[in-house]
T-cell receptor
Framework: DAMVIQNPRYQVTQFGKPVTLSCSQT?????MYWYQQKSSQAPKLLFH???????NEADTPDNFQSRRPNTSFCFLDIRSPGLGDAAMYLC?????????????FGQGTRLTVV | GNSVTQMEGPVTLSEEAFLTINCTYT??????LFWYVQYPGEGLQLLLK?????DKGSNKGFEATYRKETTSFHLEKGSVQVSDSAVYFC???????????FGAGTRLFVKA
């Protein structure tokens, strides 16, 4: 049973054309994350939502934005994709304050910029 | 700051060989430690975890022991299979899975 679902699995967008990636969860976790993973690299945290509170990482470009309309859904908006934004984008969820748990990841969306 | 260092790959083994992937960490507190696995074109799957010193995480024949004195969490498997070919990420979090920090990943190839 899929618990963190990302759509689409593959997305092709044009240089400079806004694109939105989506993520939904059935775990009712209060924290949702977006990671960027470039080829052969570690996933890099872009930002997270703790309930409705948005938390940006210091080095995340302004080109990346996020929305969380409710507990279950979270979106990643790339306002003007550049060639360097081609990557796998991973959505994850977790609870907070519980030591005996972990982050749950979706299958990722692979973004190609042409 | 908090960080994870793991051995560079790729690691190439024959089927039934013994596997070790080294992982060390730096953390300001007492982190939880994880190994995630990523198959080609897929997201990350939790392989095992340990939440305190001397805990051993295990799953699917893989094991790792949380060593506080050496700040290590090395992944081992006694007999690898072709189906174990994947990228393995060591990771830490200071509170469960909150803001997980990943190592660079180690690609494993297992030959039949």
């Amino acid at each position: 049973d899929a618990m963190v679902i990302q759509n689409p699995r593959y997305q092709v967008t044009q240089f400079g054309k806004p694109v939105t990636l989506s993520c939904s969860q059935t775990l009712n976790h209060n924290v949702m994350y977006w990671y960027q993973q470039k080829s052969s690299q570690a996933p890099k945290l872009l930002f997270h939502y703790y309930d409705k509170d948005f938390n940006n990482e210091a080095d995340t470009p302004d080109n990346f934005q996020s929305r969380r309309p409710n507990t279950s859904f979270c979106f990643l908006d790339i306002r003007s994709p550049g060639l360097g934004d081609a990557a796998m984008y991973l959505c994850a969820t977790s609870t907070a304050g519980n030591l005996d748990t972990e982050a749950f990841f979706g299958q990722g969306t692979r973004l190609t910029v042409v | 700051g908090n960080s994870v260092t793991q051995m560079e790959g790729p690691v190439t083994l024959s089927e039934e060989a013994f596997l070790t992937i080294n992982c060390t960490y730096t953390a300001t507190g007492y982190p939880s430690l994880f190994w995630y696995v990523q198959y080609p074109g897929e997201g990350l799957q939790l392989l095992l975890k340990a939440t305190k010193a001397d805990d051993k995480g295990s799953n699917k024949g893989f094991e790792a022991t949380y060593r506080k004195e050496t700040t290590s969490f090395h992944l081992e498997k006694g007999s690898v299979q072709v189906s174990d070919s994947a990228v393995y990420f060591c990771a830490l979090s200071l509170t469960g899975g909150f803001k997980t920090i990943f190592g660079a990943g180690t690609r494993l190839f297992v030959k039949a």
